[in-house]
Each structure stands twice: as C-alpha cells, then as structure tokens.
T-cell receptor, first 115, second 117 residues
Framework: TQLLEQSPQFLSIQEGENLTVYCNSS?????LQWYRQEPGEGPVLLVTVVTGGEVKKLKRLTFQFGDARKDSSLHITAAQTGDTGLYLC???????????????FGKGTKLSVKP | NAGVMQNPRHLVRRRGQEARLRCSPV?????VYWYRQLPEEGLKFMVYLQKENIIDESGMPKERFSAEFPKEGPSILRIQQVVRGDSAAYFCASSPQSRDHSSYEQYFGPGTRLTVT
C-alpha cells in the first residue's frame, strides 16, 4: 500500500514569513497534485506535477516534484492570512483508459497565518 | 462553466435508513471518483466509475455500499442501512478523458456531510 506522509501536520506563522511543507513517500507516483481545502468545502486543485525534478510556480507558491517522483514540496513566500487552510498532497499510481485512477492522499498540513 | 456539483450538502439519517448522495461531474468529464473523509483523517478513495461502468471499487466496503454512473444523470453513491460509523464527508471528483496532463487532474465537489443519528 502506497502512503504519503505530510509534514508538518500543523504550522502557525506570522504574515510575511516563508514556509515549506513536505510530502514524502517510499513509492513512485506517476503524478502528484497539491490541493487546498477550506473547512466545510471540497479540496481545490492548486497544481499538478508530472516530471521528476519539475518545478512549478503559482504566484507566491512554488511546487517541486522530487527527481525520483517519490516526494514533493510546497514553498510559500511572504505568507498572507488568505493562505490559511489545509494543504493536501495526492499521488496517482497509474490510470485506466486515459485517466490516472484513484488518488492517494496525505493527511495534510494545517496552516494558520496570523496577521 | 459549472464545477462538480453534489447534493445534498448535508444529510441526516437515522441508523438503518438509506442515504443517497448525488454527484454531477464537470461538463464533458467522463470519469467520476468518490472519496470519504473521516474527522482528522485524510481522504480515502472509495470507487472510480466511467459512464455505465465501475472501473475500480477496491476502496468501497463490500456490504451496504454501491455506486453507479448511468448514461444519463448524475453519479449516485448509495449507502444502505446506515450506521454511526458511516458519518463522514463524502466527496465526488471528476476528470476528463484525455491523453495529456489534464487527465491526471481531479476536480472536487463541495461534498456531502452525512450524519447518522
């Protein structure tokens, strides 16, 4: 069974600080997604990384996929209160008929950014 | 451009009743997935469907749970004879049929929060 470990579980920082959250596995994934989830809502897709070593930027968020496609990191620069939420990584093992099948989720990092 | 829609958003059932959860995927998406999220736990895969076919139901309990995605209409997750342990948030996601990277991406609905009393 493939597992995704996310760290830290909880992170509380001041507005303007930088932070990095990690997503690690002993298994290889064909792709990895990062989501953000607000209380009472569904996860919202932030980014998909597919190629080992890939780096993607989304404004102040930088996502990296490990060379071996077993781990990923999310770095936020100059955090804002609006970044508060649960950050989830999810890996895809493979697919059927053009889609990538089910996602395996980590338990998430709960980020709180204080003003 | 409507996203994934789920209804109801909240559902309360007594033990032993049936729960029916509906999911309409993003227009044009042919793949639907159901996940369950228990308090303080991550999302767990339940079932993956394409139109009229169950592709992978390895995450769905064998008893009392069933899912369908008919040719017309929404996908339905059905839980018969609910028990307190079924209380959770149930999320539906959809993805397109594609040979490029868009097929890796799953878009989630807002979820149905089931409470069994």
């Amino acid at each position: 069974t493939q597992l995704l470990e996310q760290s830290p579980q909880f992170l509380s920082i001041q507005e303007g600080e930088n932070l990095t959250v990690y997503c690690n596995s002993s298994s290889v994934f064909s792709s990895l997604q990062w989501y953000r989830q607000e209380p009472g809502e569904g996860p919202v897709l932030l980014v998909t990384v597919v190629t080992g070593g890939e780096v993607k930027k989304l404004k102040r968020l930088t996502f990296q996929f490990g060379d071996a496609r077993k781990d990923s990191s999310l770095h936020i620069t100059a955090a804002q209160t609006g970044d508060t939420g649960l950050y989830l990584c999810a890996g895809s093992e493979g697919g059927y008929g053009g889609s990538q099948g089910n996602l395996i989720f980590g338990k998430g990092t709960k980020l709180s950014v204080k003003p | 451009n409507a996203g994934v829609m789920q209804n109801p958003r909240h559902l309360v059932r007594r033990r032993g009743q049936e729960a029916r959860l509906r999911c309409s995927p993003v227009k044009g998406h042919s793949h639907v997935y159901w996940y369950r999220q228990l308090p303080e736990e991550g999302l767990k895969f339940m079932v993956y469907l394409q139109k009229e076919n169950i592709i992978d139901e390895s995450g769905m309990p064998k008893e009392r749970f069933s899912a369908e995605f008919p040719k017309e209409g929404p996908s339905i997750l059905r839980i018969q004879q609910v028990v307190r342990g079924d209380s959770a948030a149930y999320f539906c996601a959809s993805s397109p049929q594609s040979r490029d990277h868009s097929s890796y991406e799953q878009y989630f609905g807002p979820g149905t929060r089931l409470t069994v009393t």
